[in-house]
């Protein structure tokens, strides 16, 4: 099986820079020498997600996730190990040899979820053929596009595509290349019906869904036909790859504009994309025809924290879009709102006037979000005091669902103003709905600690033993420092000499016999000692390059350890973290002996239980008892060497 070479990931590690892949999908704040965003997985207010461009590693602390560029990538897009280091060499033009191109041998074992990006990719290439390429194509999907007036690179940067009007074209292509039937109905590409398959999508015009990345998660499909009886969309079902709730249409092409103008236009279509795109409007994004959701808004908040919603001038769901306003100001954004003249939408004003007026158009009619629902809850009972009474509760409840206490009060102030009433009634209404929220905030988990990664689940530091404490910082300083050189001190019988830290604590493992019960611990250690038995002192980067990503997050906790711990861990371990690069011999003595203290003190405790156990022997007692004598005086010629005093 054809991998990619040592030289080449190295070479890819060290071009790649974290905080700018990164910053693609998380927006992202100087906070010293690190940069600080909220977690892209998990749902948080306060920002716990910490990115280390000295270090090229990440911290998630409100997860446990951690890792190198390429384990952001894998935790974020899918992406398999070699998958996540060909995207980075694509983007930092790093070539890689035509010889380790995956083999179909490669593809035939990648996981589920590998297999249906790889079946969606195929997908989209054969679309896209078909409505270029294909006479059927050409005469119904290219001309439909065409009609709507979108210009042919338009057509091929959104790579747009047709589904033959045929019962199973696509399904028994894909078959005959391989692609298993289970995996094209997971994905909604086939659906099967009493032993028969068809395409799914047959007949429509296709817009396949990208993520950030570029990857096509799914696909929406229009049908060109006028019979009411069939839906006008149909939308790939959900799958491991594709949760439309959590998706915006155009995010792919979007960002990058998002970011310039700090500001997001969200519309409801894929041809609103399309067109405003095509107007040279590209900051523009669609939720794709479904209710606007929290994870979609906190999509968009990686990049920006404004957003603008255009609405259709003929909307006949522009009440039901209160929901969405109310979850854009709940996630603490700024949200403005358009509404385009009668008749108009996103897509036919950009294509009926020029990018100039559709920008001009776009500044000059934005509103605040209380005008606009004042706007539409005013018109339907103008003359009726206690419907407008009702409406101005409504808007107060949205400004209550702002969690900034400055920008509720300006809210507040500008609600007195407008209705021209008592600015202390306005603010009395506030308390009274902010109650219920403030108490939902005050009850959720507010912990921040950091989490080490010991099998499927991640746990907590302060909840460790103290052995396995030792195992951590022993492992922490090897990596951290194992490559540096450090002189033994002489004695009568040994001359001092130069070894490295990696090699000292092995060697004074190994004549101990004594090794790591963690599991990833002891796979670090024993990586080491692989290493130096071939002559090869490992540093931290040949870790953080290995595949094995559950061993890379764990590097990456223990490397992002030290600048979190509380001051009591650093008083009860005698911890100095300023200082332990300047004496690293000592450093490394004093973990060593108190490496060994512990495992000695672990030991005894074990023969104390043993003694308590009635049915030992009076043979077996002597045996215990001279045993644990044995290990009380290696403990105390280790506390000797720790200074410490033991109280009788």
């Known amino acids: 099986m054809s991998k990619i070479p040592p030289f080449i990931i190295e070479e890819i590690m060290q071009t790649s820079r974290i905080e700018e892949v990164i910053g693609e999908f998380v927006q992202l704040k100087r906070a010293g020498s690190n ?138 292509t894909a078959l005959g290349k391989g692609y298993k039937l289970e995996y094209l109905e997971s994905v909604g590409l086939t659906k099967s019906k009493e032993e028969k398959t068809f395409d799914f999508f047959r007949g429509r015009v296709i817009f396949p869904i990208q993520s950030i990345s570029g990857r096509v998660l799914g696909f929406g499909a229009r049908t060109l036909q006028n019979d009411k009886k069939i839906a006008k969309y149909f939308n790939s079902p959900d799958s491991i790859v594709y949760n439309k709730s959590q998706i915006l249409y155009g995010l792919f092409f979007a960002k990058g504009d998002i970011t310039k103008y700090d500001e997001c236009l969200l519309c409801e279509g894929y041809t609103d994309v399309i067109s405003m795109h095509q107007a040279g409007i590209q900051n523009v994004v669609s939720s794709s025809g479904t209710s606007l959701t929290k994870e979609q808004i906190k999509l968009i908040s990686r990049y920006t924290k404004n957003i603008t919603i255009l609405f259709d001038g003929d909307a006949a769901g522009i009440k039901a879009s209160f929901r969405g306003i109310d979850l854009i100001l709940e996630e603490g954004m700024n949200v403005k709102v358009v509404l385009f003249p009668d008749g108009e939408d996103p897509d036919s004003y950009a294509k009926g006037h020029s990018t100039d007026e559709t920008v001009h158009f776009l500044a000059e009619n934005k509103k605040d979000f209380i005008s606009f629902k004042a706007s539409v809850l005013l018109a339907e009972g103008i003359n009726d005091p206690l419907h407008k009474a009702n409406m101005i509760k409504e808007i107060i409840h949205s400004v209550s669902l702002i969690p900034d206490n400055i920008i509720r009060n300006i809210y507040a102030k500008e609600l007195s103003t407008h209705f021209d009433i008592d600015e202390n009634l306005v603010s009395n209404e506030l308390i009274r709905l902010r109650k219920n929220t403030l108490a939902k905030e005050l009850n959720e988990p507010s912990y921040r600690e950091l989490k080490i990664n010991d099998g499927p689940v991640a746990k907590p530091v302060h909840v460790v033993k103290e052995n396995f404490f030792y195992e951590l910082e022993l492992i922490r300083i090897m990596l951290q420092f194992g490559t540096r050189e450090i002189n033994t001190p002489k004695t009568d019988e040994i001359e001092s000499k130069k070894i490295t830290v990696a090699e000292m604590i092995c060697l004074e493992l190994g004549n101990d016999e004594l090794s790591f019960r963690e599991p990833l611990c002891h796979q670090i250690h024993e990586h080491f000692v692989k290493g130096i038995n071939d002559g090869i002192i490992y540093s931290i980067r040949f870790f953080q390059n290995l595949e094995d990503q559950l061993l890379v997050n764990f590097i990456s906790s223990l490397d992002s350890f030290e600048s979190e711990l509380s001051p009591n861990w650093i008083l009860k371990f005698n911890i100095q973290t300023k200082t332990e690069d300047l004496d690293l011999l000592q450093t490394v003595s004093n973990l060593l002996a108190n490496f060994k203290y512990h495992k000695v003190n672990e030991h005894i405790l074990l023969l104390q239980d043993k003694l308590k156990n009635s049915t030992v022997s009076h043979e077996d007692i002597l045996l215990i008892l001279a045993e644990q004598m044995a290990y009380e005086r290696v403990k105390k010629e280790l506390t000797g060497q720790l200074g410490r005093i033991i109280l009788r």
């Open 35 to 172: 940069l600080k965003g909220l977690s892209p997985f998990t749902d948080e207010k306060t920002a716990s997600f910490v990115v280390s461009p000295a270090k090229q590693i990440f911290k998630c602390f409100s997860t446990g996730k951690g890792g190198t560029v390429v384990s952001f990538l894998m935790e974020k897009e899918h992406y398999s190990y070699p998958e996540a280091l060909r995207w980075l060499a694509e983007k930092y033009g790093i070539e890689i040899p035509n010889d380790v191109a995956p083999t179909a041998e490669e593809l035939a074992q990648n996981t589920e979820r590998d297999s249906l990006f790889i079946i969606n990719e195929f997908a989209r290439e054969y679309f896209a053929k078909n409505l270029l390429h294909s006479e059927e194509g050409q005469a119904i999907g290219l001309s439909y596009f065409e009609e709507r007036g979108f210009r042919r690179d338009i057509i091929e940067k959104f790579q747009l595509g047709y589904c033959f009007n045929k019962a199973d074209d696509f399904t028994k």
